[in-house]
């Protein structure tokens, strides 16, 4: 195990219980703060949840637990931490005023990393006096079972600071992979959207309904995109193949800069998905459910697979 480190959860939802879950799992101390106070005082029945979610004996549950303190004093949570993780509503005004708040807590030396999707991390860290210290860290859905981290590096990041980052991670058993420039969605976002815009085309255009995309990507590539990316396919397919599809297909996807009519007019209907019931596909809450489910299976049975 690795020399313990203090560390700070900004947050204590989804994201933030994950977070402080492999941090605590990895032998470092962990101090959360959420202004919401029950999800303060449910934050340990939840990382117990997760934990024997993965398999986890009741002692190594306990160890970890026994890791994590909550604050309902911001400045009592950060107190000494050398690193802290933000992870608080996808709102940049939001974020800004945290981190203004942390940095007139914590040392000159502590990194700061803010948890967001897409949002550009400049945006976020450019109101902090210490800009140098401060970093993307995009931690995926669910983050106690998704490897990747992704660390974004700002135009004003110390190298130092964002190799800290990375080897923290490392250590913690995650898949941390560096960003070298600061953009909206980093890389995953950015690759995952670009086929959910596709995708979204294909029905608006009446050339499939939604279930057939879904088929079509669960039961062809999708299946080896866990061993083999887009790129390396590439070089197995060969180069020049993979340049003869792209003059035959490209000029005919969808390239719009904004989003989707068709999905506009669904959010305008309040077909908002799963959790209204409908969305690009009617869902009731069992099927509903039954999803849910069989991601976390799949997600469990990959990493045993992959390992």
């Known amino acids: 195990m690795t020399d313990s480190k203090k560390i700070a959860m900004i947050g204590a939802g989804l994201m933030g ?29 939840r990382v117990q949840a997760s934990m024997e979610g993965l398999g986890a004996t009741p002692d190594q549950v306990q160890d970890s637990l026994s890791r994590i303190t909550t604050h309902d004093s911001l400045g009592e949570a950060l107190e000494g931490v050398e690193f802290v993780f933000e992870a608080a509503p996808e709102k940049v005004e939001l974020k800004r005023a945290i981190f203004q708040e942390i940095e007139s807590h914590v040392s000159e030396s502590c990194v700061l990393a803010s948890n967001t999707s897409v ?60 960003v070298e420039k600061d953009v909206p969605g980093f890389i995953g976002n950015r690759l995952q959207h670009a086929l959910w815009r596709e995708a979204v085309s294909l029905v608006e255009r009446g050339i499939c309904d939604a279930k057939s995309v879904d088929t079509v990507i669960k039961a062809s590539f999708g299946r080896r995109l866990a061993v083999l990316g887009p790129l390396e396919n590439a070089d197995l397919v060969g180069t020049d193949l993979s340049l003869d599809i792209h003059e035959n297909v490209l000029f005919d996807l969808e390239d719009r800069n904004g989003p989707s009519p068709y999905l506009e007019k669904l959010v305008a209907e309040g077909k908002l998905g799963m959790k209204s019931g409908e969305g690009f596909q009617k869902w009731t809450p069992e099927e509903a459910d039954e999803v849910r489910a069989r991601v976390t299976n799949h997600l469990q049975r990959l990493e045993k697979i992959l390992d």
Request: no cysteine.
């Open 17 to 45: 219980h994950g977070i402080a879950l492999i941090m605590a799992r990895a032998g470092h101390h962990v101090t959360l703060s959420d202004p919401d106070a029950d999800m303060r005082a449910s934050l340990h029945a």
């Open 119 to 178: 949002i550009q991390i400049s945006s976020i860290m450019s109101v902090l006096k210490h800009r140098e210290r401060a970093v993307g860290t995009h931690w995926w859905n669910p983050p106690h079972q998704i490897p990747l981290v992704e660390v974004v590096k700002t135009e004003w990041s110390d190298p130092d600071v964002a190799m800290s980052m990375m080897n923290l991670l490392e250590d913690a058993g995650k898949t941390p992979v560096l």
